[in-house]
């Protein structure tokens, strides 16, 4: 087996993508989004559903959450692809399948996937392996992160054009990073070609969250620090709209994680809903 088949994504972009496979498979219809396959990149084995993780009931705050995120991503793009724009960057895509799964949509678009070399090339060999491919508008961008190398560089050295308009996504990221390495971030972001849009999601701290879901909140925290990586970094909306101000952004929009649950899940008869404290920026150059 070679080294890149050795290699694997980490804890998070699994549990995401096994979560948004679950609400398939154990949530009623209406389905917020329909997306299996991150698990069939992932394989987990016939027993996944009865990791404590993905127990249903538990976990189904989350498991909304996630869906509701990738959902606001989603109808963001069809948005940015009928204004005219080209260009979609995924900042730390992890095991993100818009690519497979939205061909209508992709097919408009150049896209770009950045995350560490690791990762990447898993997904390069099981996206081959599934017959799913690479096709010549999915660009996988390794960045090797840890050792500080420039995400902007490498972005343009695989075909990006920073000087046309570009949607670029950074969700479940920021909490894992400095407030520094954010703003730096930010400021990179905030250079590329006027019109550009960002998302970015951010945690609240939990003096913020709702109380009931706090104890989830804790949980979360805590199975982050013991895979080894700890949530470091959570923002008040207003500090992350200060943030984004200062780092050039033209228009700086605060998008409550409860407006997703009143878009998405209000006519719900099952009750799910998503759990607070993940909010999201939504800022324009």
């Known amino acids: 087996m070679t080294h890149e088949q050795t290699e694997q994504p980490d804890n998070t972009a699994v549990r995401t993508a096994l979560w948004r496979a679950m609400h398939l498979q154990c949530d009623p219809h209406p389905h917020v989004i329909e997306d299996e396959i991150g698990l069939q990149l992932v394989a987990p084995g016939d027993g996944w559903r009865d990791r404590p993780d993905m127990n249903p009931q538990a976990t189904s705050g989350f498991r909304a959450a996630i869906v509701a995120r990738a959902r606001f991503v989603e109808d963001l793009i069809a948005e940015q692809a009928d204004r005219g724009v080209t260009q979609y960057v995924i900042l730390g895509a992890g095991l993100d399948t818009f690519a497979q799964r939205r061909p209508d949509l992709a097919s408009r678009l150049q896209i770009f996937e950045i995350d560490q070399p690791g990762t990447q090339a898993w997904k390069r060999h099981r996206l081959v392996e599934l017959g799913y491919g690479i096709p010549d508008r999915l660009h996988l961008v390794p960045v090797d992160f840890e050792a500080g190398a420039s995400w902007p560089e490498q972005l343009s050295a695989a075909g990006f054009d920073p000087g046309r308009q570009a949607v670029i996504v950074s969700t479940g990221v920021t909490m894992y990073l400095t407030r520094h390495a954010t703003a730096a971030t930010l400021r990179q ?80 008869t099952d009750g799910l809903r998503p759990s607070s404290g993940e909010d999201f920026l939504l800022a324009t150059t």
């Open 189 to 268: 972001i905030a250079g590329l070609a006027p019109g550009s849009t960002l998302a970015m999601t951010f945690l609240l701290p939990a003096e913020l969250v709702d109380d009931a879901d706090r104890l989830g909140l804790r949980s979360s925290q805590e199975g982050a620090r013991t895979s080894g990586t700890p949530f470091i970094s959570f923002y008040t909306p207003q500090e992350m709209l200060t943030l984004a101000r200062e780092a050039g952004f033209k228009d700086a929009r605060h998008v409550p994680g409860t407006s997703l649950a009143e878009r998405y899940f209000a006519d719900r």
